[in-house]
């Protein structure tokens, strides 16, 4: 309402203005070419040095080319420029975004000015618009920089188990709003500044959550909330931000897979330390064939631990890690087939290095995993609920 009221108010002030504006020219001569101007002047002075009516030159002579018709019309319309200030104030009151809709229009009102064959080349009026446009200017980029510190200075609670951060919501608000207000702007430069900034903020304070002590995985909420940035830009397809929504993109690869590796190691935890260690051995120079001789590495301790494995309890684990997961996982991003299918390949990756290593460090000894490749891809056939 505010920027439909501040448009009918220019539309009005326009023609007046220039009507005004064309009659003083008109009237004092002030149309006039320079020599002509020139000539004028010399007569008024002679006329002026002869006349008792000083008063009447007097006016006339101070008022010469644009600059005496500016001081003019400063006289007459006194009032325009504070009260214009005051609807400016007023607006920004009434809606923490209203400067988006004063600055597009301003800014739509001069580009019209200064294509209209009616409009004066250097009026009057336009002096007053830009000095509008500046302080709308002003306090738009007052509003992004609270905006800014909000996101920035947001807490985010211990107790918070997941989904989106309040703070990438109103990220997103803004630029749903503004999207609109500019989507038939002339110019939309100082929105793009803003939007790059305001992003940079939404993901340094993302970045943030992992030296915060959350009772949640960090990772997870990390993931969701830049894939959900991800999905966003690529529905909202803002040129400004394509970098940003590359950056998402590499920034939820990046916690899925530290999420993976983080709850995966759960189902196999004795295994995946047991083979960690042996791993461990040949990094540090241990012959390939010689682990087996370290007590701790032993092919009796190996067995004992594939013993705490078999296929029941490896499907019971999986089931009870995907009942976790879904749990945590917030259903607006619907990331659980994603996260369940990254599962499964690193479940079998692991396993086939787990097998690997036994075939490199226990050759000849004829031990196996309890459960063979076909019966872990039939587990996690099972716990994934058909589509």
Known sequence: VSDQMLEQVLKELQPLCTAEQRFIEKFFLLSQDAADLEVLEVSMRIAWSCCQCSSSFNCLLFFRLEEHTTRLLSEIFSSLEPELRGFLDACNKVHPFSCLQVLVTLNDSIFKMWGSSSALPSSFLSTVLGNMLLLAKSSFNKCIGALCKEIEEAKVTSKMKGGILPFVSRFEEFVNFSEEVFRSAQRRGELDKAHVRLASSVFSSINSLSSANLKANTDMIMMENFHHIHCFLCQKKIHCLEGKKREAKQRYSQHLEKYVVKYLGQPLEKLNHFFEGVKARVAQGVKEEEVSFHLAYSKQELRKVIEKYPGKEVKRALETLYRKIHKYL??????????????????????????????????????????????????????TPSS
């Open 330 to 383: 917030s259903p607006e991003e619907n990331l659980l087939p994603v996260v369940w299918h990254a599962m499964e390949q690193e479940f079998i990756r692991q396993y086939q290095e787990f097998e690997d290593l036994i075939q490199r460090c226990y050759a000849g000894s004829g031990i196996t995993m309890e459960f063979t490749m076909e019966n872990l891809l039939s587990y996690f056939n099972s716990i």
